[in-house]
């Protein structure tokens, strides 16, 4: 067929046809070739762009394809010459409101390369080989841009031999295997494989041991947390802007955000409440380092500080509600529903203004929702400030804890029972361990010498 097709040169179109009309001339000139039973057609090949182009959903003679079909059929999947997008790049329209045919060609499915060759079986009358009537595709091997190698059908193996009848006067069956003929990996390959993966993975657990190693004297503290929801509050659009404060002998990578701000959300009615769902994820990584251990005070506990607000159609902001909440000490998933208030001010003027035209009492220093950080009495008034409680704000955290003093022995880790106790107090109760550990050790050798001495000695003694 391809003998027949490319030997007329106005029948070639591109270099490849005509290559193959010199290298048709060329074997004319030695005497022809011979056709065979089994030949294949490459990715360049014409058979095989017209092959995907073709493909019928059924065997019926009398399948007409749909609009989609035809149209999808125009829409070339294979040696896309685009090159890739990078990532990082920024598109400079994110939306084409006049796209054109080509850009909807190569954006319309998903555009993976693939090289393509069918394995075809010539299963004329014997002396009748080269028809085209008598091709049949025996098996399909695709390979894309990641390197999968699809093979269709799939290797024999256990499973019988395929059949394909031919339509004819005789109506013969042909059968034939598909068999994976590459040649075995030989037994040193394997070897040198295997030991190359053994180094790989030994070293990817000395950089992840090395990664995770707990400074001396300190402590690790991960949080993956969630803004779950805000419900409860009195106008809508809602957002939270939050942010971390760590206390003394803490600290946090350089490359640690320590504050944030969800997005704006719509709330919903849920049973009496408008509830808002932000589903906003963050994440905080923070050191502790003991500077003595001989303080008796235990450590401060790193706190989030938050406020939620609203914001309306008019670009007017409306300070809803503040919180706080200290991280907890103990490792695992905790939830925590915090309730917020927000200052007012006596007299309907204040709410007027709320109301018509935005803003509202705010906290200069977020940190008043507590303690604040420049208070340096012993004792906080709040006498005349006068504050609204709102609505809840849910927090879901996964903590994960790493610190050397979990590594202290089991009796001693039995009577540290939190984190505050094996960071705050761990002079004072290894002291105390070490002093009962030498009584007992001092009354076992008593006990001990006592039964070596012979029992006349010990009566004596006792009487």
């Not at 959903?57 to 040696?79: F, H, I, K, N, W």
């Not at 939830?335 to 803003?359: A, D, H, K, N, Q």
């Not at 509202?360 to 008034?381: C, W």
């Not at 939190?418 to 050798?445: C, H, I, P």
Request: aromatic content about 12%.
């Amino acid at each position: 067929f391809e003998v027949d097709l490319y030997r007329n040169e106005a029948a070639c179109q591109t270099p490849l046809d005509r290559q193959y009309h010199q290298e048709i001339l060329k074997l004319e000139k030695a005497g022809g070739r011979k056709n065979y039973r089994i030949f294949t057609y490459t990715d360049h090949d014409r058979f095989t762009n017209l092959e995907e182009h073709c493909q019928k959903v059924t065997d019926s003679d009398d399948e007409v394809p749909s609009y989609l079909a035809q149209r999808m059929a125009t829409v070339r999947r294979r040696r896309q010459d685009r090159r890739p997008i990078e990532g990082s790049s920024l598109k400079s329209k994110v939306i084409t409101w006049e796209p054109s045919e080509e850009f909807i060609k190569n954006n319309h499915v998903i555009n993976t390369p693939v090289q393509t060759m069918y394995i075809m079986g010539d299963l004329g009358p014997y002396g009748k080989l080269g028809h085209r009537e008598y091709e049949h595709v025996l098996c399909t091997i695709k390979v894309d841009s990641n390197g999968v190698i699809t093979v269709k059908p799939d290797f024999t193996g256990t499973k019988g031999a395929y059949r394909i009848e031919v339509d004819g006067e005789k109506r013969e069956l042909w059968t034939y295997t598909v068999e994976n003929a590459s040649a075995p990996v030989q037994q040193e390959d394997e070897e040198r494989e295997q030991r190359l993966f053994r180094d790989s993975l030994s070293s990817f657990i000395f950089f992840i041991c090395l990664f995770l190693q707990p400074l001396p004297g300190a402590l690790r503290l991960f949080v993956n947390g969630e803004i779950v929801s805000a419900q409860g509050y009195e106008y809508d659009n809602l957002y939270v802007n939050f942010f971390l404060e760590l206390p003394k002998c803490w600290s946090s990578p350089a490359f640690q955000q320590l504050s944030g701000v969800t997005q704006t959300c719509a709330t919903k009615k849920v049973g009496r409440d408008n509830v808002a769902y932000f589903c906003y994820l963050f994440t905080l990584e923070m050191f502790f380092t003991q500077e003595d251990e001989s303080e008796d005070s235990l450590p401060q506990w790193p706190v989030l500080y938050f406020e939620v607000l609203s914001l309306d159609f008019w670009q007017r902001y409306r300070v809803e509600g503040y919180g706080s909440l200290v991280l907890p000490a103990s490792p695992g998933l905790h939830t925590f529903t915090i309730p917020t208030w927000r200052p007012v001010e006596l007299g309907t003027v204040s709410e007027l203004r709320r109301f018509f035209i935005g803003g509202s009492p705010e906290l200069e220093d977020l940190t008043y929702v507590r303690i604040p950080t420049t208070f340096q009495g012993g004792r906080l008034s709040r006498l005349g400030f006068r504050t609204k409680t709102t609505g809840t704000v849910t927090f879901r955290l996964h903590c994960l804890q790493q610190s050397k003093a979990f590594l202290e022995t089991s009796a001693l880790r039995q009577r540290m029972q939190s984190v505050l106790d094996r960071l705050g107090g761990f002079t004072q109760q290894s002291s105390v361990y070490n002093v009962l550990e030498a009584f007992r050790r001092a009354r076992r050798r008593m006990q001990e010498a006592r039964r070596s001495l012979p029992r006349d000695l010990v009566s004596t003694a006792a009487s």
